[in-house]
């Protein structure tokens, strides 16, 4: 028993000492325990001194790091304070300069200023300028000159009053060069350009532009008006003298807005189908009032013939009345004038034939032009409804349907009526015509019977 108890004592030093010792090793009584104990105090003494020594040697190391370090940012900081303060120092500094820079330039600066906006107004008169057109890239140096910051040299204040005095020569010059043009289609073709001053350029008879944005003459999509456009082909032909000629005054900007012009199909295009309609009926209406006038010549024609040899009845309307009293001489006064103004009944629907339907025609037009003048503005309205009045584009094909309409409307309406009127007006003098030969024959008649 004593033996277990020893084993478990020697046991449990072993685990305490942290397996220093081997089992073979490990003490077999109290007493070789005890002093295996005091033995291994011993040393675990010596390990944890010189391990306090080294930490002590340690601190003092890291101490003297961290005194090192604090010693290390602290002239950081004050490093940062002197560059901080060399630097307000230095934008003092700046700022006097500057000043002493403006003072010192004295008329100078207001110069340069003058000269930087003339150039920037002057870099784009030339960009856009049709004599840019014959000498491109004129503007390049002015618009450099206009953007720069330093005070210009004098050889290039000359060059920029050169620039000046050759624009001002050739805007008052009409030269003719080679040069390439644009055509509608994409096409480049080399040609003869004229050049009118800083006006205008044409090529070939027509009236051409200079797109600054390209860089590049092009031709109009739309041409001006044909005598403006025949009077340029005129002035390219002659070579001494004069010929008149029509110049765009603002250089080409008209010129640019007459190719947004509504042609002529356009404003039909823009009337719609109620325009189509109008169109047509005026069309019919023109066709018909064209066979009346003919119908009536030929009638009146006949009849005046007529007229002049009453006593051989032809195939006319006063003819056919005539043969009616031939027919019936023998009976009495009241009889043949009811015979004759039956004979007359029956030539009138001749005479006004269709004439009715003209001024139905021209009641018709103007309702017609009110109803698209309706719809436009009903389009119009909508479109103001979705969008809003923001974009005046959206509203304006409502807006020509509802000018066009109206204009297209009073336009067949008024010729119709005019015509209508001439018509009626030519049945009337022929029916007038029979109405007399007519009485005539009737007075004639009553003549011979009273005898």
Known sequence: MKKLITTAVLAASFSLTAGMVSAADAPKTIDQLLQQVKVDRAAEGKVNSKREQEFQAERGDKAALLKREKDALAAEKQRGKDLNQAFLDNERKIAQLEEDLKTAQGDLGE????????????????????????????????????????????????????????????????????????????????????????YNLTAEGKYVVFNPELNLVQELSIQPEGYQVSSVKKWEQITSGTAPFYIDPARGVLLNIYTNKASFEDRLESGGTIGYIILVLLALGLLIAAERFIVLAVIGAKVKNQAKNVDKPGNNA??????????NKDVDVETLELKLDEAILKETPALEARIPILKVIAAIGPMLGLLGTVTGMIATFQSIQLFGTGDPKLMAGGISMALVTTVQGLVAALPLMLLHAMLVARSKSITQILEEQSAGIIAAHAEKRAD
């Open 318 to 327: 006063l003819g056919r009345i005539l043969k009616v009293y031939h027919e």
């Open 111 to 198: 110069m340069f200023g003058v000269v930087k906006g003339e150039a920037g107004d002057f870099a784009g008169k030339l960009a856009s300028s049709n004599v840019s057109a014959q000498y491109p890239n004129r503007d390049k140096f002015i618009a450099d000159l206009g953007a720069r910051k330093q005070l210009p040299k004098i050889e290039e204040l000359e060059k920029f009053w050169q620039e000046q005095l050759f624009e001002m020569a050739e805007s008052g010059k009409v030269v003719k060069f080679q040069g390439s043009v644009t055509a509608i289609d994409g096409s480049v073709k080399t040609t003869t350009i004229h050049r009118v001053g800083a």
